[in-house]
């Protein structure tokens, strides 16, 4: 059996946009089950904009980080876009639950991440989300039964267990318990992949 490795994100995450693909080939170069779960993080605590004293230091860190994820970005010619306000991430994560149930979640994050930081679609809107789960593929009618009925609750649970697990930002790996935060912190995971013997025969 493939070993399992968690892969904690959000999908307002520059960053976890940055991880998406290189974690996918995780299982291409490693025995490992990749297991995608939605991560949401409270944007707005994370930056201290919840302070009035520190909403200034809170924007130039907020635009550092987008400058930064835009160099990491742009060797790979893929667009981030800084949203034009902290959007609520829960009907984008519903709707990863949703693509997820139905087989569906990685074109879902293939398709959300472009469209979100190349400022096409909004995510707050239900409209939108169920646009782009008939884009790839889906029938949106049992979204709105999900969303409106175990989805929130579905969701908590999962920002707990990421809790649980040692998560405080996204994109998380966590490989036996160990934790690694960060797409620049790939490299080390696959130095730990490979001291567990489960690299794959090229």
Excluded at 56 to 78: C, E, S, T
Aim: glycine share 8%.
């Amino acid at each position: 059996m493939p070993h399992p490795l968690t892969l904690w994100l959000d999908c307002r995450s520059p960053y976890s946009y940055l991880a998406k693909d290189p974690a996918y080939a995780l299982e291409r170069d490693y025995d490992v089950a990749l297991d995608i779960k939605p991560y949401t993080i409270e944007l707005a605590a994370a930056a201290n904009l919840s302070d009035a004293a520190s909403v200034a230091r809170g924007m130039r860190k907020i635009k550092y980080l987008y400058m930064d994820a835009r160099r990491f970005a742009n060797p790979r010619q893929m667009t981030i876009l800084g949203p034009k306000k902290i959007f609520d991430g829960a009907l984008a994560h519903l709707g990863l639950l949703y693509a997820g149930d139905n087989g569906r979640l990685r074109p879902y994050l293939d398709a959300i991440y472009p469209r979100f930081f190349e400022r096409k679609i909004d995510i707050e809107k239900v409209e939108d989300i169920e646009a782009l789960l008939r884009d790839i593929g889906l029938d949106p009618a049992g979204f709105a039964a999900l969303r409106d009925g175990e989805g929130p609750a579905r969701l908590k649970a999962l920002t707990a267990a990421a809790e649980a697990e040692g998560a405080f930002g996204v994109p998380s790996f966590v490989l036996d318990g160990e934790l690694f935060w960060g797409h620049d912190r790939m490299e080390l995971l696959r130095a730990r992949l490979a001291e567990k013997g489960l690299r794959r025969a090229s």
